[in-house]
């Protein structure tokens, strides 16, 4: 055998041991990630034991250790969180401006009110309600900033506007009232109140009276005085009837 030929059987083997090394370094490779993925999916110590009964029972005990106290803390500062609360009142539709202009001027019926879509009847509302800058508040801008509302419609009077509203829509109406009396600022509360107690005698408007005066009893609302007048005025008008 020559050189030449011995050099060439040195170079294919050579070749062939770097082929079968290249060819177990893939597959080693290849199974790596199986075996990360293999130990990747066992359990921690703490996965283990919150799987267990008692680990349960511990996490549901932190849970209860955790909520108590902000419950309580919730509880507590109520008053707090309440001054933030009000409602908003957007401007009211064409159809609820035409009508608050019918009742200022006295040609307003309960069939005129009852008419209109329960959206404008709601819209009506709101008529009232921004008629007082303090009771209305800031409203929403075109950017998003708080702008001072603007009293829309002629001036009404509670004397007038609420009997036609309970009586026209005494379920609906008495809806806004309770949300007002719930959800509202105490100027805004005194400004509903001003309608329910010139309201009819509805049992809607009674129970609706009722609750928030019994609300105002848990609360200590400093307005529980009012509502438990308003309250017994209506009730007074109702055993008359």
Avoid: C
Avoid at 28 to 55: C, I, V, W
Avoid at 116 to 124: F, I, K, M
Avoid at 168 to 186: E, I, M, Q, S
Wanted: hydrophobic residues 40%; aromatic residues 4%; proline residues 8%.
């Amino acid at each position: 055998m020559g050189k030449a030929e011995r050099r060439r059987n040195k170079r294919r083997r050579e070749r062939e041991a770097q082929r079968e090394g290249e060819a177990a370094g893939e597959t080693a490779a290849a199974a790596a990630p199986g075996e990360e993925a293999k130990r990747g999916s066992e359990p921690s110590e703490l996965q283990r034991f919150l799987r267990t009964p008692r680990g349960q029972m511990v996490l549901l005990l932190a849970v209860l250790l955790v909520s108590v106290p902000i419950g309580a803390a919730v509880g507590l500062n109520r008053a707090f969180f309440e001054r933030y609360v009000r409602e908003k009142y957007p401007a009211g539709t064409q159809a609820a401006l035409e009508a608050a202009a019918a009742i200022a001027r006295g040609e307003a019926s309960v069939a005129s009110v009852t008419s209109l879509s329960a959206l404008d009847r709601e819209a009506l509302y709101r008529v009232w309600m921004r008629q007082e800058p303090e009771v209305a508040g800031p409203v929403d801008g075109p950017r998003g900033d708080q702008l001072p509302p603007k009293p829309q419609g002629p001036l009404l009077r509670a004397e007038v506007v609420g009997p036609l509203l309970f009586r026209a829509d005494p379920r609906g109406y008495a809806r806004l009232l309770k949300r007002t009396l719930v959800a509202g600022t105490p100027a805004q509360r005194e400004r509903a109140l001003e309608l329910a107690r010139r309201g009819p005698p509805h049992p809607a408007l009674l129970e609706v009276l009722e609750f928030a005066a019994q609300r105002a009893e848990r609360t200590r609302d400093p307005q529980r005085a009012l509502l438990e007048e308003v309250l017994s005025g209506v009730a007074t008008l109702s055993s008359a009837s």
